[in-house]
Each structure stands twice: as structure tokens, then as C-alpha cells.
């Protein structure tokens, strides 16, 4: 069981784009599960020992677990396969939220994952089914802003990063074989883009997120 099912198509995708929100939920005591759905690999650096154990590393700095499935990288679709085997994930774990990558992109794999996320939320409720598990259909499915092309993405909401933004960096230097001294400004990039949607909410860092559906409020006190 979990409380919050990520899912990414490569590893570092959800620490580049929620790797504070991930270690604050964990603070507040929820389960948080990372999903990536290929290796990664090929990568110029590195391999796929290595990748694997980089993204244990990560997933342990933010106190998540991580799962990885065996989606190809570069060559990821959306087909009823991808979707049933995330959704077998989903009916394994059955999460109360789910997060994907935000949909417009210029990596066909963010894409691909954002759609094979939604319709893997969608076949997980199904019954008469080979999927395992019993039918479960998250409440939630928001997506969370890493993508590739130059454009400004306007959230549904932003979320306080200022306390865990240490972790998130630290989550991402652990992917030594990507961030390496070549992409040494990736890092210093995150933090920026941090301070500007912190800026947005008056905090120190913020990450934003993204729904087709609106986001309901309890009470007018979570406003910040």
C-alpha cells in the first residue's frame, strides 16, 4: 500500500521535477512509491548497474521507495500493455494520488509517460481482467513540470519547496553519471527555476504542478 504512486520515464525524471515535494510528503509521514518506467539506458554515461544503483541512492535521500519496470528507453510508447503493466503497479500499491510527467514536451518519452500514466489509472479500475489485483482508481492524477522544451508551464498550484529543496539537490547528485562536471549546470538550473515559482507564492523555492481537473481546497487556511 502506498499513499502516493510518481511515475517517471527515466530515473531522475521525479527528483528533477518534484524531488522536494517527494521528501516533504515522506516528512508528513506518507508512503511515497517512484515509478520509473525504463532504465534510462542508453545514456552516453553510464550503464544499467549503474543507473540502478544511482536511483536506489536517490530514492533513499528522499525516503521513497522505488520501483522500475522494463519499458524501453527512447522507444516508449503508450500501448494497452504499457498501460496494464502500470496498472498492475497501481492495483499492487493503490495509491490515493498519482503524479506524471506534464504532457507537453519535446522528449517523446515524458509524453509517452504521461499518457500511459492516465490510461493506466483508467484499465487499473477495470474488473474482468487478466491485471492482478483487485480494481482501484486514484483519486488524483497531477502532473509535475521536467520537460525539455523552453516554455512556461501555468500551474494549478505551487508548492512550498524552501524546506526540502537540500534534498532534492542532494537526490539529484546522486546520479553522478548524469550530472557530471559537463552538467554541472543542470543543478544550478533546478535551484533557479526553484526560487522563481517560490517566488510566485512569496517562499524561497517552489515546484509546480499541473491538473486537467480542479483542485479542491478543505479550507480557505491552506491558502498560502
Known amino acids: 500500500m502506498a499513499d502516493v504512486l510518481c511515475v517517471g520515464a527515466h530515473p531522475d525524471d521525479v ?20 515509478v520509473d518506467l525504463t532504465d534510462g539506458e542508453p545514456t552516453p554515461r553510464g550503464t544499467h548497474e549503474t543507473r540502478m544503483v544511482e536511483a536506489a541512492r536517490a530514492a533513499a ?11 524501453p528507453n527512447r522507444y516508449l510508447f503508450d500501448s494497452v500493455e504499457a498501460r496494464t503493466t502500470l496498472a498492475g503497479v497501481i492495483r499492487e500499491h493503490r495509491p490515493g ?16 509517460a504521461a499518457s500511459i500514466a492516465e490510461g493506466a489509472r483508467f484499465y ?29 508551464v501555468e500551474p494549478s498550484f505551487v508548492l512550498d519547496a524552501s524546506g526540502n529543496l537540500d534534498a532534492k539537490v542532494r537526490a539529484l547528485r546522486c546520479y553522478e553519471s548524469q550530472f557530471a562536471a559537463s552538467s554541472a549546470g ?8 526553484a526560487a522563481y515559482w517560490g517566488s510566485l507564492i512569496g517562499k524561497e523555492a517552489g515546484e509546480p ?11 480557505v487556511t491552506a491558502l498560502l
Open 15 to 34: 527528483e528533477l521535477g518534484m524531488g522536494a515535494t517527494v521528501a516533504s510528503m515522506v516528512a508528513q509521514g506518507l508512503e511515497v512509491v517512484i
Open 186 to 193: 543542470v543543478l544550478e538550473w533546478v535551484s533557479r527555476q
Open 61 to 71: 535521500v528522499l525516503g521513497a521507495e522505488r520501483v522500475t519496470l522494463e519499458m
Open 209 to 219: 504542478f499541473y491538473s486537467r481537473e480542479p483542485v479542491g481546497l478543505a479550507s
Open 97 to 112: 494520488i498519482v503524479f506524471a510527467p506534464y504532457p507537453v514536451d519535446a522528449h517523446p518519452d515524458h509524453i509517452a
Open 124 to 152: 487499473a479500475k477495470f474488473t474482468k481482467t487478466d491485471m492482478p489485483g483487485e480494481p482501484h482508481y486514484p483519486a488524483k492524477l497531477l502532473h509535475y513540470v521536467a520537460v525539455h522544451l523552453r516554455l512556461h
